[in-house]
């Protein structure tokens, strides 16, 4: 494991926390439309959390890291949102305890820890109108970049490319799971807030990516 | 609504520290997680048993701490799930060679913070389960919940895995006998008010002067139906009637049963409420081996009561009549 490794995850980490808090309201104005309109509410204090802990946190490795961040999200972050992004960071590091080096087929298999946790924890599946139908084919995306033998800008670019493509399509779906299935077909029309917000957080962190 | 608070983010801290000091020789009071403890505790010789919940149901589950009972309650702030930062230390204090059952009333939330608790301790070798209680027959599915609730009931529950426990048993034995005790027991309540949390300082929902909320949960979720008041027997009637048909509890079986308080009933009336319920299932030939009549469970200061059954056999009965010993006692 190099340091680079670790500073790449840092900079995911980073980036995605800087932009929860930073959109706190578009989330929160995403997910009121059909939702109870705390997501941007809830991911922002999570992740402002991980902010203000962020020189305490370990740095052992990638996975002791991750375990950590989990740890300081699902402590702030109230009602389900908190398990499940916590869940999300927990898989990854569990993923991550396993791997030497943080290369592209590191980050897939990190990734589909964290689906897998979201699923499993929120008994959720695809089509259910959540944050899993944006990320589970970006993660597919990324790796037919990956066998195709593509760049690391090029993997990057289609992997937001996909999850923008995926959070928009949500609008079709019918929400089945959290409080926005509460609005049955109503939820029609508008796009996942989950997914609008992790397309939001993908495409900031590649366009800033050092 | 007048209340006894302070500072009502303090409430539920204030309450802790109160309690503490009150038995300093049996109980330990962590502030960091709003660790209520066995002051003796954790014994490595048994599993420790551990039951996490939001607060507001006193005497569940910080008051229900003690030899022969819970090891430690891990609370929340009123009526929400504790944090799990809160969850996983508790957990990691608590650890024995023996194992930790981490008991859980089948509501989203918890559940989903005590799993999560699970999987962050069981990863760092602590040999950690979890349990979740969900005896109330009243709805199937519910604001909080997918499935059913667990409410009152869990009572009998944690008596059982907690003898079980203090006997020596190990941990698979002790989750046979909590899903065991858990499969058997059936509970369904009513409120005759709402209940006003300390923050809010207002009731947390809307109840008519001559409404009643029929098969309501422990947060005043709805139940079943909106009934106009009616008399005791024929509420009675209502509650245990799902509870019996549930099981089914039938003539011949020998059960505990429970009238437990939701806090803003006085006991002369769950007295009026056992009585009326103990002759009803005579007559179906149900005997009652063991009665509670008391407040078990609460919602704040909600006016109102729930029926719990638990069908009886040998080793049911012989770990209820256990001796235990908590803070809520009379001498």
Known sequence: MSSTDLADVEFVVRSLAQTAVDKEEAFGDLDAVVGDGDLGYSLARGFEKVLADWDSFK??????????IALAISSRIGGTSGPLWGTAFLRASAAAKTLDTIDGAAVVSMLRGATDGIKARGNADLGDKTLLDALIPATDELERQLAAGASPVQCRAAFAAKTRECADATSALEARRGRASYSGARSIGSPDAGAAAVAIIVERMVADWP | MKKFVNDPQQFVPDMLEGLALANPDTLKYVPEYNLIMRADGPDRNKVS????????????????VGKGMLDAACPGDVFAAPPLDYVYETTK??????????????YTGDKMVFDMAQEMSSA???????????????????????????????????KAVAAAAERGADLDEVI???????????????????????????????????????????HGEPGRRRAKMMGANEIVEELL????????????????????GLGGTPISELYLLYGQAHK????????????????????????????????????????????????????
């Open chain 2, 241 to 260: 009637g799902p509870v019996v048909r549930d099981l089914p509890f039938r003539d011949g079986d020998r059960v505990a049963l429970m009238v437990n």
């Open chain 1, 59 to 68: 740095r052992d490795d990638v996975s002791t890291f991750l375990q950590q």
């Open chain 2, 176 to 218: 046979r006998i909590g899903e065991k005790v858990n499969s058997v027991t059936r509970t369904m309540g009513v409120a005759l008010t709402a209940c006003t949390p300390p923050a809010k300082g207002s009731p947390l929902f809307e109840l008519g002067e001559d409404e009643i909320e029929m098969g309501v949960g422990i």
């Open chain 2, 49 to 64: 048993i551990v039951q996490g919940s939001g607060s507001g149901h006193e005497p569940a589950h910080v008051m229900i």
């Open chain 2, 93 to 106: 204090l608590m650890a024995s060679p023996k194992g930790v059952l981490l008991l859980v009333n089948n």
């Open chain 2, 124 to 158: 760092e070798g602590i040999e950690v389960k979890t349990l979740f209680i969900n005896d109330d027959v009243s709805v199937e599915d519910s604001t909080y919940t997918i499935g059913r609730r667990g409410v009152a009931g869990n009572f009998f529950v944690i």
């Open chain 2, 280 to 331: 009803r299932l005579a007559e179906q030939g149900i005997s009652v081996g063991r009665s509670y009549v008391g407040e078990y469970c609460t919602s704040l200061d909600m006016a109102g009561a729930s029926i719990t059954l638990v069908k009886l056999d040998d080793e049911i009965e012989s770990l209820l009549m256990d001796p235990a010993e908590i803070p809520i006692r009379v001498f």
